[in-house]
């Protein structure tokens, strides 16, 4: 069956860095898109970044740009986010999504805590 499963969320400083992963398998993965969203609680669900299926496409929320970056291995089906430079309004729970045009995926999601 389909599953993604991220990893890599904890509890970091501020400015520090954390690099979520997000392993998929019950699908070709090469040949969908994927997102990393976050909640905050209280708070709609967030776009932070996509890359195509091959990897030559990204895209990324203005509040993340510059501190983020979205990679992928499609040998080892796996989506990726590293996270640097973190704030404490990057605090929340971060779900990978895999997209391919009537087919949507999602992970249970990943814990991220940016505190001091």
């Known amino acids: 069956q389909v599953q993604l499963v991220e990893s890599g969320g904890g509890l970091v400083q501020p400015g520090g860095s954390l690099r979520l992963s997000c392993a998929a398998s019950?699908?070709?993965?090469?040949?969908?898109?994927m997102r990393w969203y976050r909640q905050a609680p209280g708070q709609a669900r967030e776009l932070v970044a996509t890359i195509s299926s091959s990897g030559s496409s990204t895209n990324y929320a203005d509040s993340v740009k510059g501190r983020f970056t979205i990679s992928r291995d499609n040998a080892k089906n796996t989506v990726y986010l590293q996270m640097k430079s973190l704030k404490p309004e990057d605090t929340a729970v971060y779900y990978c999504?895999?997209?391919?045009?009537?087919?949507?995926?999602w992970g249970q999601g990943t814990q991220v805590t940016v505190s001091s």
């Open positions: 019950g699908f070709t993965f090469s040949y969908y898109g």
């Open positions: 999504n895999a997209y391919r045009q009537f087919y949507d995926y």
